[in-house]
């Protein structure tokens, strides 16, 4: 909605408007007002549409997830470095099931510019593996499922890989 440093400058300005309530007496008011300033900070670091294309996606809704991207305009200006890499690892998610190459190229962007969370990582990289081995590239599926196994640490992509594995041996 907003560009991230016209949050941040919102997010001051509201501060010194919340430390001005508590100056004057109003200590309810500058809480309340301070919280308000804590949203701008937590879309500053959280972007708004893809919180809510990811709410699409567990959801299976494929069109509305790409709807909320489409409001993001310029993502290398409007998202910082963690957002754009999340802004590329949806758009590859949905791209999988459709355009394999765009799917690869947007997955690629995602992991170089990095994801915050281990699970993430790990199912880009596997998702990664499923593309190189579908084009017959089997020591690069290989290495890629060998990183995604170590990323995984709570074994949420155990049963994938395993099953990636079998299929692995039949080409």
């Known amino acids: 909605m907003f560009h991230k440093n016209i949050k941040l400058i919102l997010a001051g300005l509201i501060t010194v408007w919340s430390v001005y309530q508590f100056s004057q007496g109003n200590i309810m008011n500058g809480i309340s007002i301070l919280l308000l300033a804590g949203i701008f900070i937590l879309f500053y670091f959280k972007n708004e549409f893809i919180l809510l294309a990811f709410l699409q996606l567990r959801k299976q809704n494929f ?3 790409k709807k909320w991207l489409g409001y993001i305009k310029n993502p290398e200006k409007a998202l910082i470095v963690k957002q754009q890499g999340y802004y590329n690892y949806l758009h590859g998610i949905m791209l999988s099931q459709t355009n394999i190459t765009q799917a690869e190229k947007y997955l690629r962007k995602a992991v170089r ?4 969370m ?3 990582l790990a199912m880009a990289k596997l998702q990664l ?3 190189a081995m579908t084009k017959r590239r089997k020591r ?4 890629l499922m060998a990183e995604a196994k170590k ?3 709570n074994g949420m992509l155990k049963e994938q890989i395993q099953m990636m594995k ?3 041996k039949k080409i």
């Open 63 to 65: 069109d509305g997830a």
């Open 113 to 116: 510019l990095g994801l915050s």
């Open 118 to 120: 281990n699970h993430d």
């Open 129 to 131: 593996a499923g593309i």
């Open 140 to 143: 690069e599926a290989t290495n």
């Open 151 to 153: 990323l995984d640490k």
């Open 166 to 168: 079998q299929q692995m």
